[in-house]
């Protein structure tokens, strides 16, 4: 198993641009989440998937959309891309089980914007 | 407000001393909360869960609800603990983590 797979690994864009980040599990989870890492900040929730056919905002959703295309893949797009939003993007996914909850992660993209 | 506070950036320690992570939370609910921990290079992975009460690589954490601190702890510092590790809360019966800022640890040889 692969796990938690996202593509690509880095990423340069000019202010204004458009991209997609791409996510795919292979542990049959439900929920699915995107995060944003950037220093001093810890890790902060953008978008998250309960389940299939589900979008829910998190932390910080502005700037961004998500698509939960099926039960594997989690997209996260950005339609004009900002500085602000240059830092490094994990997605992660989870079976919902409430006692032994356990979010696993991706190796995350790199993104830089110009 | 939800909100999880690491206090440390940085926390820099010699090989066999003891270590703690701080960790502060605040929930008005019954808490949650986990370590993830991110080792150079590799993916940010769970280390323990307070619920379940373990000691994982030697790490344990008490949640101590009168302070809201979830500390880590680890009496023997190694030089492979060296990462940056994240307390979490979740809030609820939903699946999603409230990270605080994280603290990196440096074990010096």
């Known amino acids: 198993n692969a796990g938690v797979t996202q593509t690509p690994k880095f990423q340069v864009l000019k202010t204004g641009q458009s991209m997609t980040l791409q996510c795919a599990q292979d542990?049959?989870?439900?929920?699915m989440y995107w995060y944003r890492q950037d220093p001093g900040m810890g890790l902060r929730l953008i978008y998250y998937?309960?389940?299939?056919?589900?979008?829910d905002k998190g932390e910080v959703p502005n700037g961004y959309n998500v698509s939960r295309l099926n039960k594997r893949e989690f997209s996260l797009r950005l339609e004009s891309a900002a500085p602000s939003q240059t830092s490094v993007y994990f997605c992660?996914?989870?079976?919902?089980?409430?006692?032994?909850?356990?979010?696993?992660f991706g190796p995350g993209t790199r993104l830089l914007v110009l | 407000a939800q909100r999880v506070t690491q206090p440390e950036k940085l926390l820099s320690v010699f090989k066999g001393a003891p270590v703690e992570l701080k960790c502060n939370y605040s929930?008005?609910?019954?808490?949650?909360l986990f370590w993830y921990v991110q080792y150079s290079r590799q993916r940010l992975q769970l280390l323990l869960r307070?619920?379940s009460r373990e000691s994982i690589k030697g790490f344990t954490a008490d949640l101590n609800k009168g302070e809201t601190s979830f500390h880590l702890k680890k009496p023997f510092a190694q030089e492979e603990d060296s990462a940056m590790y994240y307390c979490?809360?979740?809030?609820?019966?939903?699946?999603?983590?409230?990270f605080g800022q994280g603290t990196t640890l440096q074990v010096k040889p």
């Open positions: 998937s309960a389940s299939e056919g589900t979008t």
């Open positions: 542990m049959n989870h439900n929920s």
């Open positions: 929930y008005s609910g019954s808490p949650e």
């Open positions: 992660a996914s989870s079976v919902p089980d409430y006692q032994l909850e356990t979010q696993y």
């Open positions: 979490a809360l979740r809030p609820g019966n939903t699946g999603k983590l409230i």
């Open positions: 307070h619920i």
